[in-house]
């Protein structure tokens, strides 16, 4: 007598959850691209992009942010977003996670975190480019919100205004994370 296993019986939260978490993104990218694109930040696309197919001219510090993470992908430190400022020679790495009020998309964007120095080594700069954003049910739940605060205080300002909740993302804020030329 065979009997199923439990976990068999479960819907499959997975294609939802990714579901979710994709119209999560989109909506928070289309809310960058246009604050961005307006003060002369180039899109990146790390994920399909090759080093032979970006236009010239490139600096050291674009191609080796490019190189990086070609290089990490196969570690799954790909970012959603990516934007450089040819004018200032400056990136930001954007990093997207929905999530309802279950699950563990935060700690998976803590790798941001833990990866910083490395990131901050190998491109040799001293500021931090990630960009954390939080949405969906987590970004309004006290505890997810306590914790947010707890962990990016705790690295003053290294992170002080590297992380956002859904709930703030507005034209001022975008601004701050990407200045004028």
Request: charge should be neutral; aromatic fraction near 12%; charged fraction near 30%.
């Amino acid at each position: 007598m065979t009997t199923k296993n439990p976990l068999s019986l479960r819907e499959n939260w997975q294609k939802f959850a990714q579901k979710n978490g994709k119209k999560g993104e989109t909506d928070v990218k289309t809310k960058f691209e246009e604050i961005s694109s307006k003060k002369g930040w180039v899109r990146l696309d790390p994920c399909n992009i090759g080093l032979e197919d970006l236009f010239e001219p490139v600096s050291e510090k674009r191609r080796g942010f490019l190189t990086f993470f070609m290089k990490r992908g196969k570690r799954k430190l790909i970012p959603d977003a990516a934007y450089y400022n040819p004018t200032t020679d400056q990136l930001r790495i954007i990093e997207i996670k929905n999530q309802k009020n279950e699950g563990n998309a935060h700690e998976r964007a803590y790798k941001y975190v833990a990866a910083l120095p490395s990131i901050q080594r190998y491109l040799d700069i001293k500021y931090n480019p990630i960009v954390l954003v939080f949405t969906g049910d987590m970004s309004v739940s006290e505890r997810y919100v306590i914790e947010f605060e707890t962990i990016f205080d705790a690295w003053g300002e290294t992170w002080n205004n590297n992380w956002l909740l859904e709930e703030e993302i507005t034209d001022e804020r975008l601004e701050n994370i990407f200045p004028d030329a």
